[in-house]
């Protein structure tokens, strides 16, 4: 018999459900830009430029509210990795994802309402919303915005290296994307972690 928690409000889910929602509109338009075939783009450039963008400014701005309603609920606690056997937990952690779970052990570290996170998923957080998000929006902001990027780089045009930085950090996202949707899956039945993100309740 499964036990329910209320882990989630409302506006975690929204955050959520919009924020991967634009992502996933970057990832394509930005694939498209970058490196699909002249004839046979995903997007037609000059749409995947638009979308880009308008993508773009609307993820700075959800940004934006994340952060201060993270700060206004005390949600940013969740983020932050506790010491005391951190690295440890990790290393458990991570040989439940990569060896236990395929052979029905319980998870070592379920979520609580005082940590939804285990230590793995805090740091991977952490670094992914607080470290990479930024670089992602200042260097896309700059290419919206030109006048905002330094003229020169260690002697390169001040954009090639906004530029290498912008797709390197999208391609990290676009990764922890595909793991992140993967790890969606491992929950009490394949759906339950999805349907937590739509109902707030979660099973274990």
Known sequence: MSERIYMLPF????????????????????????????DLPLVPFALAARLH?????????????????NIVSGNWWQYVPKPGGFIKRCLVQTRFYCWDIFWGRPHPYPPTLAANFNSLQQIIYWFIMYF????????????????WAPQRVLGLDGLLPIAMAHTAVGLIITLFMIGHIYLGTTGL?????????????HEH
Do not use: C
Not at 12 to 37: D, K, P, Y
Not at 53 to 69: Q, R, S, T
């Open 11 to 38: 506006w975690l889910r929204a955050w959520h459900w919009v924020n991967a929602a634009l992502i996933l509109v970057l990832i394509v338009t930005g694939g498209s830009l970058h490196f699909a075939q002249p």
């Open 53 to 69: 963008d308008i993508a773009g400014v609307a993820l700075a701005a959800l940004y934006g509210f994340f952060v201060i309603a």
């Open 132 to 147: 990479f998000m930024p670089i992602l929006l200042l260097t896309g902001l700059m290419f919206l915005v030109p006048e």
């Open 189 to 201: 039945k394949v759906t339950s972690l999805f349907r937590m993100m739509i109902t707030g309740w």
